[in-house]
């Protein structure tokens, strides 16, 4: 009775406009105060345990290595690049997007910054080509969400430190899974411009091919530092975060020439702003969880399901249909530390791999990303398209149902997500 209090005072500021870390946060602490006798400090220490991770870095890290992209030259030489070889064909814009957007993933970690980073060239790029722009923003909005799902992830950062599953791991399992879903957006994507005959640039010269190229390979080569450094053991994802950063920052002003002193201000200030937002959720989601735990909600629920006989093939549908309705109302990182502490004595009940669940929620994530009312990845593409919200809605069902078609392989084939690092590091 009073989790189901907890949840309707959480809903009840969540609908009066109250930012979801604070609705967290006042929820919970109400709730504490009127019906709990242990000592309020426990408040402030919880919330400062949860943030005193050295892995929790590695967030501000790659939301600041992808501002310093988008304004430094590097996702724009690699759009043109892209262009050079692959523009003329048939859905060859919409390919550009979606392969632009798999790059950039594998370095910012963010679905937003990806969808802002990619969309703003490309959004001009597709209408001039002859594609509907309702189709083209719902493009860029399902496709910005491989930023959280290829690696580097910041949700899947955010899943290991609270299920203490090693991060390493947990980026191996997203890269097939993230190759898998880019393949299947590309597919549609040449599909659907060969029977519309759209997409298709005049044909680049071998010579403007070879200098696109040339122009990108400081840019291409960010993905390989970042993720090599990381797999090969040379360094963590925290520390190939501060890498990323350096890397972007020698590329952009000395090599690309683009990023300038008056830019600096900008971009700390939007890194800060993204990434002090997913710590304040941090923080107040660890007392939310507190509650929970105290109350011993986690191993009620795993009763319950015990009792109920859930097959997996049935709990990831009932989980995953749980996850498109906190979609709807909650970003990714606040739906993990809500959820997880419950789920993980189930999964393991039930003998599901925790690499392979943090894919599979993973995925349920992007679909959070592109789910109205409180989509990220919508909010950014109508500003940056300039039209309402429900004409990006429209644009981005099809994808949903595309994104939903992969979400279903990987529920029914673990070793997409598991195959990697079972191979690499055990």
Known sequence: MLVAVLFLLFVIFFL???????????????????????????????????????????????????????????????????RAWIGHLPGGLAVVTIVACMIFAAISGSSPATAAAIGAIMLPALVKGGYPKRYA????????????????SIPLIVYGVTSDVSIG????????????????????????????????????????????SLKAIPAALLPFVILGSIYTGVCTPTEAAVIAVFYTLVVSIFIYKELHFKDIRGIIRETINTSSMIFLIIAAAMVFALYLTNNQIP????????????????????ISLVFFVMGTFLEAVSIILIV?????????????????FAIVMTVNMELAMI???????????????KEPLGEVVRGVIPFILLMILAMVLIIAFPDLSLFIPNVLMD
Not at 194 to 199: A, D, L, S, T, V
């Open 137 to 152: 923003m719902g493009l860029i909005a399902a496709a910005g969400t491989l930023g959280i799902l290829i690696p580097p």
């Open 371 to 385: 789910t109205p009312p409180v989509g990220l990845n919508l909010f950014v593409v109508s500003s940056m398209a």
């Open 16 to 82: 009066l406009n109250v930012p979801i870390a604070i609705s967290l946060a006042m929820s919970t602490i109400a709730l504490i105060v009127t019906t709990e006798t242990f000592n309020l400090m426990m408040i402030p220490q919880r919330m400062f345990a949860g943030l005193n991770s050295a892995t929790l870095m590695a967030i501000p890290g790659y939301i600041l290595a992808g501002v310093l992209m988008s304004r430094g030259g590097v996702s724009k030489y690699l759009i043109e690049s892209l």
């Open 299 to 318: 191993n009620l629920v795993a009763a319950w399901i015990s009792e109920a006989n859930l097959n997996i093939i049935l709990f990831f549908l009932v």
């Open 169 to 212: 791991k947990l980026f191996m399992a997203g890269i097939v899974p993230g190759l898998l879903l880019g393949s299947i957006l590309i597919a549609s994507a040449i599909i659907y411009a060969k029977k519309n005959g759209y997409g298709r640039m005049a044909k680049a010269t071998w010579s403007e091919r070879w200098k696109a």
């Open 340 to 356: 997880l502490p419950i789920l993980l004595p189930i999964i393991k009940q039930l003998g599901i791999d925790p690499i392979h």
